[in-house]
């Protein structure tokens, strides 16, 4: 009775949903119907659920996101310096 169902922890995604990741990761999900701009891991666990039929956890897709390199922050807002001739521009001096 080798083939016979076996209690226990599930497969791993490990090395499943990393290749369906990377190939999504960078298109517009708005393109496979959903309502959003950009990639998120529970969007992504419900693209897996829906278009592949892979029940995964958003944890197990964070792990892929981290395996597979994609940063997805924010980019930092920085002020932009002013240049020397400000003041200038501005009707004033100069200042010393």
């Known amino acids: ?23 999504v990761i960078d298109a517009d999900p708005r393109g496979f119907g959903y309502r959003a701009t950009v990639w998120t891991a529970p969007l992504l666990r419900r693209y897996l ?10 944890k197990s897709v964070s792990r892929a996101i981290a395996r597979l390199g994609i940063r997805w922050k924010r980019p930092r807002h920085r002020l932009g310096l002013r240049p020397d001739t400000w ?3 501005k009707g004033g001096s100069k200042p010393a």
């Open 49 to 58: 659920e829906e278009g592949h039929g892979i029940e995964t956890s958003c």
């Open 87 to 89: 003041c200038q521009a």
């Open 1 to 23: 009775m080798r083939d016979a169902p076996r209690g226990g922890r599930p497969a791993t995604a490990l090395g499943i949903i990393d290749p369906l990741i990377d190939a």
